[in-house]
């Protein structure tokens, strides 16, 4: 009887041992774990707007913006150069074209087709597309240029997120 009583305390002294090392331990990794994760917890920081200039600057004629953007990922942090290609029709309406081919990625030029006037040209598989970005057909993109969401406000016209064109495909 004697001998098991003694096997109880020391039992319940193992459990109180490894109860309070347990709460003293969590007490410390909680904190740790939670910096280590935070980033990915907060998400993406981006989706904001950038200035490129006044929409009095663009007309019909496309022309080739660049600004910068700042990215958060995670913990992944980073300044990147962007480019658009902005026009203004004339009803004021502004689009502005990434200049990102949507067949393997080159960049597009304005009019430097001699053969294809007036149209973006991507040198690296004869690709083109037409002023509003939408793709030649025959030529190898097989969607149109991506657009960026735009906003016009205190006099200046500001960039957004990149998001799918939904023209289609054109003749020319
Ligand atoms: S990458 Fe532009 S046509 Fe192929």
């Known amino acids: 009887m004697g001998d098991k009583r003694e096997i109880s305390r020391r039992t319940f002294l193992?459990?109180?041992l490894m109860g309070t090392g347990g709460f003293l331990a969590a007490g410390m990794i909680t904190p740790m774990i939670r910096f280590a994760v935070d980033p990915l917890l907060k998400g993406h920081a981006?989706?904001?707007k950038v200035?490129?200039?006044?929409?009095?600057?663009?007309?019909?004629?496309?022309k080739r913006v660049e600004f910068k953007?700042?990215?958060k990922d995670g913990w992944y942090e980073a300044e990147s150069t962007m480019s658009a290609w902005v026009t203004k029709n004339e009803k004021g309406e502004i689009l502005a074209?990434?200049?990102i081919c949507k067949h393997l990625g080159c960049t597009v030029d304005w009019n430097t087709s001699p053969e294809h006037?007036?149209?973006?040209?991507?040198p690296c598989h004869m690709g083109r597309y037409s002023i509003n970005g939408e793709h030649i057909l025959g030529t190898p993109p097989l969607v149109s240029l991506d657009e960026y969401e735009t906003?016009?406000?205190d006099g200046k016209l500001y960039l957004g997120k990149i998001k799918p064109n939904p023209r289609p495909g054109v003749t020319g």
């Open 14 to 16: 193992n459990y109180a």
């Open 46 to 48: 981006g989706g904001d």
């Open 97 to 99: 074209l990434s200049p």
């Open 69 to 71: 953007v700042h990215t």
């Open 151 to 153: 906003e016009v406000k």
């Open 51 to 62: 200035a490129v200039g006044s929409p009095d600057e663009f007309n019909a004629e496309p």
């Open 117 to 122: 006037p007036n149209q973006y040209f991507c």
